[in-house]
């Protein structure tokens, strides 16, 4: 199995910046698009940025130039990195991959998501 563990959320103000992290561990054999995701109270889950095996990245319109994401294949690890941030960022964030695992396939995987708060 493979688990996926985010860190970084947190109360920042606005005009802040954060910096998000997931690792992937587990019975890994190669991990290919991972994704932030995030959720806002009453809202639907939406794509805030991906990045594949290859370091093609996609991002959600809103984040455009405020977010970077970013990997380290090494670490299977995928950052996030918020800078500017409004009081609308405020929302749980996802980690999300699809992963090669020993035994498992290929299968898509969840993080358990970090709360990120922005506010004065």
């Known amino acids: 199995q493979v688990q996926l563990v985010e860190s970084g959320g947190g109360l920042v103000q606005p005009g802040g910046s954060l910096r998000l992290s997931c690792a992937a561990s587990g019975s890994i054999f190669s991990i290919y698009a991972m994704r932030w995701y995030r959720q806002a109270p009453g809202e639907q889950r939406e794509l805030v940025a991906g990045?594949?095996?290859?370091?093609?990245?996609n991002y959600g319109d809103s984040m455009k130039g405020r977010f970077t994401v970013s990997r380290d294949n090494a670490k299977n690890t995928v950052y996030l990195q918020m800078n500017n941030l409004k009081p609308e960022d405020t929302a749980v964030y996802y980690c999300?991959?699809?992963?090669?695992?020993?035994?498992?396939?290929?299968?898509?995987?969840w993080g358990q998501g970090t709360q990120v708060t922005v506010s004065s």
């Open positions: 990045i594949t095996n290859v370091g093609t990245t």
């Open positions: 999300n991959a699809d992963v090669q695992s020993t035994g498992w396939g290929l299968r898509n995987y």
